[in-house]
């Protein structure tokens, strides 16, 4: 009977006390491509297009800061090493004023992603598409794909198509972070941990896109030409600090964190103009350019606004059964 009312003690007790955790992103590298949306040309064909391309990137790395719009999500914490009792403790520097100046997730792109668009048309104006994507980055093989809808209309010498669709893309990430834990006992005074992880992994982020394209159609002339405007979400980092970091805790001891994860995201907006040429009935040789502008917090190297724009020329072939 004791020991019931003992652990029920312990129960109530521990339900009051409070918790408060907070993520600080140290520095993160990360590897992957942009989430470019497909890009579908719309003729008075009905049959399924199925078309391999290859995407070229001129920009080989961008650098930012961690999304800290959630208030439990902030910039590098700055530690001062103490020693109280023999015993080693860290704590946030005063010199840590301003958190989010500093660029402390560095992205970068591969050189060339390769990939498969497939458009299967269910009526005259409506079809379904898939793709699938892969690069091998920094002796890492990164694979992703994106899965959508195309409202179509082909009407006298030019088509519109609006695609809206998510992309499911794989990531590589060296993730250094800090979890501060102050903890508020119902009796005692309040006291902070410091926890520190660093995490090596690879994860897989959703995010949504929507692109709308204008296409000439002639057969009368050798080239025809296209034009789309994109509009599309970009989350590089979303993870859950789970590995202790060795070099503030050589044994592995750290503080627990219940579901604290780190996040950088952002958005984009492209412009993709380009041509397509007809080479047989059902081949045609598409040839453009996606020029993407981040309207979040990430810049190139240089920084500057014309340097942050990234140009990525593809090409692809459809193929048309």
Not at 252 to 266: A, C, L, Q
Request: charged share 10%; hydrophobic share 35%; proline share 5%.
């Amino acid at each position: 009977m004791y020991k019931k009312l003992l652990l029920l003690l312990s129960i109530i007790l521990s339900g009051c006390t409070s918790v408060q955790q907070t993520i600080y992103i140290q520095d993160v590298e990360v590897n992957g491509p942009l989430n470019n949306p497909p890009i579908f040309i719309s003729d008075n064909k009905s049959g399924i297009t199925v078309s391999p391309w290859l995407s070229f990137n001129s920009n080989h790395q961008v650098n930012g800061i961690a999304n800290h719009s959630n208030v439990n999500v902030n910039g590098v914490f700055q530690v001062d090493t103490i020693y109280d009792g023999g015993q080693l403790y860290y704590r946030q520097s005063n010199a840590n004023s301003y958190p989010y100046n500093k660029n402390n997730v560095r992205w970068n792109l591969p050189d060339i992603k390769a990939g498969v668009d497939v458009d299967l048309p269910v009526s005259r104006t409506i079809s379904i598409f898939g793709s699938f994507n892969y690069v091998s980055q920094n002796l890492y093989q990164i694979v992703g794909g994106s899965f959508g809808f195309g409202f179509y209309s082909v009407k006298n010498n030019g088509a519109v198509r609006l695609n809206v669709g998510c992309t499911l893309q794989e990531y590589q990430y060296d993730a250094s972070t800090v979890i501060v834990q102050t903890i508020d006992p119902p009796f005692g005074k309040s006291y902070t941990e410091v926890g520190f992880f660093h995490d090596i992994n690879k994860k897989s982020n959703l995010n949504v896109f929507g692109n709308l394209t204008y296409n000439t159609v002639s057969e009368d002339v050798p080239i025809n030409f296209f034009f789309s405007l994109a509009f599309f979400s970009q989350t590089l980092l979303n993870i859950k600090p789970e590995t202790p970091n060795t070099l503030y805790s050589p044994f592995g001891f750290t503080t627990s964190v219940s579901d604290t994860r780190g996040e950088t995201s952002t958005a984009y907006v492209s412009i993709s103009p380009g041509i397509y040429m007809n080479v047989t009935p059902t081949m045609r040789f598409v040839l453009g350019v996606n020029i993407a502008k981040d309207l979040g917090d990430f810049t190139n190297e240089q920084g500057s606004f014309s340097s942050s724009l990234l140009i990525m020329p593809m090409a692809k072939i459809d193929l048309m059964f």
